[in-house]
């Protein structure tokens, strides 16, 4: 891979995007980070990067995104950006459901095929796609969030399966709960998972970042989340459900 390759990440106004951010500039990269908000450019004037307002929930967002690049290659793909929301499945807005949805599947999907299709094209690229151990997780009061990251998590293993003659690998980084802006924005701060501790989103940045850089499929940072997604799968779904309702059940509901 040329030195100075061209890294594209999603979701990179703050959290574990901007830390993905932060490495490829760090490491050399020329850098473009994108996000539905005009944060991004304040993280771009930061870090030295090309920003990209665009709302990723939106076929006009992706198409925006790849407009950008013109005939510019992605050599590091970083399909990180999602949104999710709290409370129960019928109390939620369904333009807010459908927008969970849209930006956290569809979003990804529709930057993936394009720009996967020119890696493969060229013989050589890596895609980091952020999952989640939610998505091992029957969600009571997030369950549109985690059905999503159970389909970026199942979706990731088989792309990289597909590739794995191509020189291009799919890494599917799965990390826990991390301290970001996501709680707040779900509206989930007034639960037990929104005010319990959380992991740096730098550490698990770092460690997405080196699982890509060396084709790793599947990547969850820390033992604790490792073990949370190991009991999940083992555990009957509806206990997982039950032991997910206490975390994730507003206290004064």
Do not use: W
Not at 32 to 45: G, K, L, M, R
Not at 68 to 90: C, E, I, S, Y
Not at 97 to 109: A, K, P, S
């Amino acid at each position: 891979m040329p030195s100075m390759s061209v890294a594209l990440v999603t979701g990179a106004s703050s959290g574990i995007g901007l830390e993905l951010a932060r490495i490829c500039v760090e490491d050399g990269h020329d850098t473009i980070i994108v996000a539905n908000e005009p944060e991004i450019h304040d993280a771009a004037s930061e870090l030295g990067a090309q920003a990209v307002e665009a709302d990723l929930a939106t076929r006009e967002g992706t198409q925006a995104v790849v407009a950008a690049l013109g005939g510019q290659d992605v050599d590091l793909l970083f399909l990180n950006a999602g949104t999710g929301l709290g409370h129960t499945f019928l109390e939620q807005d369904l333009e807010g459901i459908e927008r969970t949805v849209e930006t956290n599947i569809l979003g990804v999907l529709r930057l993936a095929h394009p720009l996967g299709r020119r890696m493969v094209a060229r013989g050589q690229g890596r895609i980091l796609i952020t999952g989640s151990i939610a998505g091992f997780m029957p969600g009571p009061y997030q369950a549109t969030y985690n059905a999503s990251k159970a389909f970026l998590d199942n979706f990731s293993v088989g792309l990289a399966e597909e590739l794995k003659d191509s020189g291009v690998t799919v890494t599917c980084l799965m990390p826990g709960l991390t301290d970001t802006k996501f709680f707040e924005r779900a509206g989930m701060l007034d639960t037990p998972i929104g005010q319990a501790p959380k992991d740096d989103p730098a550490m698990v940045a770092a460690f997405g970042y080196g699982a890509m850089m060396k084709g790793t499929t599947q990547a969850t940072p820390t033992f604790k989340n490792k073990a949370q997604a190991v009991i999940a799968e083992f555990l009957p779904a509806e206990l997982v459900a039950k032991l997910h309702t206490r975390m994730a059940k507003p206290k004064d509901e």
